[in-house]
């Protein structure tokens, strides 16, 4: 079974960076899609970022379009998630999650139902 395991959360100042991981046990991510989402106290599962494994091909929220920046590992188990410049507004609990494939819509308009691995989470927390 993929079990997948996001680490690398923790609390900055605005304008600070953190980078996530995102590492699959048992499996690579060979060819399947791999999302990030973020979920702030109290409010719904948000697409934030995804990566086709299979093309490199990226796509990524308005919100935080140009300041996260996403990577696949050379051994294809890890995911990355860099993160600049954050701010308030960035503070959630983040999860990665795979799929057969990404969906073709914005990451804002992702589905969790679409996605069929998900990880525990890692906190981020930005302060002002």
């Known amino acids: 079974q993929e079990l997948l395991m996001e680490s690398g959360g923790g609390s900055v100042e605005a304008g600070g960076s953190l980078r996530l991981s995102c590492t699959a046990s048992?499996?690579?991510?060979?060819?399947?899609?791999v999302a990030w989402f973020r979920q702030p106290l109290e409010k719904e599962r948000e697409g934030v970022a995804s990566i086709d494994t299979a093309t490199g091909s990226t796509d990524y929220a308005d919100s935080v379009k140009g300041r996260f920046a996403l990577s696949l590992d050379n051994n294809m188990k890890t995911v990355y998630l860099q993160m600049y410049g954050l701010k308030p507004g960035d503070t959630a609990m983040y999860y990665c999650?795979?799929?057969?494939?990404?969906?073709?819509?914005?990451?804002?308009?992702?589905?969790?139902?679409?996605?069929?691995?998900w990880g525990q989470g890692t906190q981020v927390t930005v302060s002002s």
């Open positions: 048992g499996v690579t991510y060979s060819g399947v899609c």
């Open positions: 999650a795979t799929a057969f494939d990404c969906p073709g819509v914005e990451p804002e308009q992702y589905t969790t139902d679409h996605f069929d691995y």
